[in-house]
């Protein structure tokens, strides 16, 4: 009875998960290697999704998850039209921003 229920609870327990998507950031010198360690002891996995690059980011990364079992990498590729839409949304947000200023 006692290990129905100690199974009944494990199977209930909340899993806590990180998320970022990231693409050529070792190149433009965002801390990526920085900010993932910093949750690894808070969360229970660490998922990247992993756009295709032109620098080391998938060799850091590919490092870093053979170290941290919590890191899971999916490899994607990005539509680019999403991408431009993306720019000029952006860019309309900051002109807004500024304008508030």
């Known amino acids: 009875m006692a290990h129905a229920l100690k199974r009944k609870n ?3 327990q909340l899993k806590v998960s990180g998320f970022t998507f990231i693409r050529n950031v070792q190149m433009f010198g965002y801390p990526f290697r920085e900010s993932i360690l910093s949750v690894l002891t808070i969360v229970d996995e660490f998922v990247v999704t992993l756009g295709l690059c032109e620098d080391d980011t998938p ?3 590919e490092s870093m998850q053979k170290e941290h079992k919590k890191i899971k990498i999916i490899n994607t590729v ?3 039209n999403i991408r431009k839409d993306y720019k000029a949304i952006n860019e309309t947000v900051l002109s807004m921003v ?3 200023r």
């Open 10 to 12: 494990k199977e209930k």
């Open 78 to 80: 990005w539509n680019e």
């Open 59 to 61: 060799q850091i990364l």
């Open 98 to 100: 500024n304008k508030n």
